[in-house]
């Protein structure tokens, strides 16, 4: 878990540019799970209210290059996620201001109540087009496992999270309802991947695999899937986590990804 930098340990000049855009801060609270930001508070602030603020010094290349991508994401994914009202860049510090969500992580266990609302979301999810952000091609990030001819299976146009794990997933505590956050490294590819994904997570949190795959079943899209643009996703994931891990390390991950081959 990141160490969090307090609102209180933040540079008095991105407190005060916080201020000027959304009035006196009023309360602070940290929040410590789930990101790899070095500050991740709630504000509450006199004129905006609520505001989920996280940020990273400027310094840290990747966190900066993931701050951006949300921002200019931003607009294209806000049937799922909460709305960036500001942007600040000073101090040292690039950081940004999100709707705040009074909401959980989601249970994506045996018997939950949740999965309807992922669904819902994910659903959504489903209707996001690659046209409407330049997100890079989703076999750009396997290139080093790819084997000859296999990438051309993983082209497709719709827009990925790429990463919804249950920490990504909010639910949210007054109407239920399912926000995926943290945009932070999308792809274009076949639609179907997020939803397969997601079963796989349904596994790890325990779910039985036929019922994780009865759910992944309801999506058109996995429906259509082809399958061996599914054998190559899956080839192409077993052999990173396998380069990554070790093969025992690895073993009940690319388990788990195996199941969709049915």
Known sequence: M????????????????????????TGSEIVAEGLNCATALVLTTERSGRLFFKGAREADVAAIAALNCETRINGAVQDVCPTVHHRFRTGGWSCLAFTFIDGRHADLGPGTSDLPAVTSALERMQTFSGSAFPAP???????SYLLPGEAEFLNGTALLHTDTNPHNILINNHDGVAYVVDWAMPATGPAWVDPA???VRLMECGQDPADALAWLGRFTSWQNADPKAVETFVGV??????????????????????????
Do not use: M
Not at 8 to 23: I, K
Not at 237 to 262: D, F, I, M, V
């Open 2 to 25: 990141i160490e969090r930098v307090g609102w209180e340990e933040l540079p008095a000049e991105l407190r005060n540019a916080v201020e000027e855009r959304a009035g006196r801060v």
């Open 237 to 262: 994931t077993c052999r990173r986590w396998t380069a990554k891990l070790g093969e025992q390390a690895a073993h009940r991950s690319n388990t788990r990804y195996r199941h969709l081959l049915g």
């Open 197 to 199: 994904s997601t079963s």
């Open 137 to 143: 091609p989703l076999a750009d990030r396997f290139t």
